[in-house]
C-alpha cells in the first residue's frame, strides 16, 4: 500500500460560497483548484499559491446554516505555516490593514501564532516554527 504523503486539502464548511472564495483568494492568496456544483452541496477546493495543498470550502444550500463552534466534535481550527518571524509579523499588519480582528503576534517555545476567523467564523491561524537547534 503507499504511503500518506500529506494533505491534499482539507474542507470546511461555510454559508456562502461565492463570499468564502473571494475572501480566501483575496486575503489568504488561495487559487481554485475545482469547483463542483450539485443541488445540495456547492464547492470549491482552492490551493495555496505555489499550487500546493489547500483548502476545500462547502457549502450545502438546502441545510440550515450553524455557526462554527471549535468546542463541538470535528476541526478546532486551520493553521497555516508563514516561513519566517517576520513574516507572521508582516500577516498580522495585513489582516489588520483588512479590518480582520486577531490576537496579534502571540510568541510560543515553539514559534510564534496569529489567531483569526473566516467569515463564517471558522478558526483560522498563521503559524511560524521555530527552527529546531541540532
Not at 508582516?90 to 517555545?109: F, K
Request: aromatic share 10%; proline share 7%; net charge negative.
Amino acid at each position: 500500500m503507499d504511503e500518506l504523503h500529506g494533505f491534499h486539502h482539507v474542507a470546511v464548511t461555510i454559508r456562502d460560497l461565492d463570499a468564502s472564495v473571494a475572501w480566501y483568494r483575496d486575503l489568504l492568496g488561495f487559487r481554485e483548484l475545482f469547483t463542483e456544483d450539485a443541488p445540495d452541496r456547492r464547492a470549491c477546493v482552492m490551493t495555496f499559491p505555489d499550487g500546493s495543498s489547500g483548502v476545500g470550502l462547502v457549502e450545502y444550500p438546502t441545510v440550515p446554516w450553524v455557526p462554527f463552534d471549535p468546542r463541538r466534535s470535528g476541526l478546532d481550527h486551520l493553521a497555516f505555516t508563514v516561513a519566517t518571524l517576520d513574516g507572521i509579523r508582516d500577516w498580522a499588519s495585513q489582516l489588520t490593514d483588512a479590518g480582520i480582528v486577531h490576537s496579534g503576534v502571540i510568541e510560543v517555545p515553539s514559534g510564534a501564532i496569529v489567531n483569526f476567523k473566516d467569515p463564517d467564523g471558522i478558526a483560522l491561524a498563521l503559524f511560524w516554527e521555530r527552527p529546531q537547534e541540532p
